[in-house]
Every structure is written in structure tokens, then in C-alpha cells.
């Protein structure tokens, strides 16, 4: 599976952004996530969806911020990001969780086996 990330840049807090993720192949009993990593901090988990029901999960602190969507017919999944803080500063990593048999969404990104490259949101004050 390969994964095509786009859409990040700079936005003033309190703004809204939307990224993409667009992946090579995709079947029902895969999931999607989103990840972040900032600069001198490990790799954390956003959020996630279910390919087949759409079914979303959420770290805490961006729940009621972030919104996570598909699109089956064009592989794509969609982080929509509002009302933006400074500390959503981060490289933005889309990944691919395989699986052949349906399973509940992990938060580990060691569970998610294909990554796109990352895309930058940078958020001023």
C-alpha cells in the first residue's frame, strides 16, 4: 500500500486546514490513521477511521477539533482541522493498518504497517 499525503501549511491559530490521504489500495478490513510528530517529541496518535463503517477514534485532546472522513471510490481519507492551536504544530503522518479480518482500532503506530510521507501544519500565534 502506498499512501499520498497532502494539504498541510501555515495557518494562524483559531484557523482550519484539510489534509488528504490518498492510498494505492484499500479494502474493507483496513484502517486509516492519522499520526503527528513535533519536533523533540515521539510520534502520537490522532485519530483513526475504519474503511469499512467509517467508524472514527480520537486522541483527546484534538476530539471536537478534528474531524476524520473517507472516501471508498477514491481511496482518500481526510483529516479536517479546526480551530487551530500552536501546539497542533506537527508533521502530519497518514498510515495504513492492514488486516484480513475485522479488529478494533489500535492508537500504536507500531500496529499500522504502511506510512505516507509527512506534511507540515504549522500553526502561528
Known amino acids: 500500500v502506498q499512501l499520498q499525503a497532502s494539504g498541510g501549511g501555515l495557518v494562524q491559530a483559531g484557523g482550519s486546514l484539510r489534509l488528504s490521504c490518498t492510498a494505492s489500495v484499500m479494502f474493507a478490513q483496513y484502517h486509516m490513521g492519522w499520526f503527528r510528530q513535533a519536533p523533540g517529541k515521539e510520534r502520537e496518535f490522532v485519530g483513526a477511521i475504519t474503511w469499512r463503517n467509517g467508524k472514527t477514534d480520537y486522541e483527546d485532546s484534538v476530539r471536537g477539533r478534528f474531524t476524520i472522513s473517507r472516501d471508498g471510490a477514491k481511496n482518500t481519507m481526510y483529516l479536517q482541522m479546526n480551530s487551530l492551536k500552536p501546539e497542533d504544530t506537527a508533521v502530519y503522518y497518514c498510515?495504513?493498518?492492514?488486516?484480513?479480518?475485522?479488529?478494533?482500532?489500535?492508537?500504536?503506530?507500531?500496529?499500522?504497517?504502511?506510512w505516507g510521507r509527512g506534511t507540515q501544519v504549522t500553526v502561528s500565534s
Open positions: 498510515s495504513t493498518r492492514a488486516s484480513s479480518r475485522a479488529i478494533s482500532i489500535s492508537r500504536l503506530f507500531s500496529d499500522y504497517g504502511y
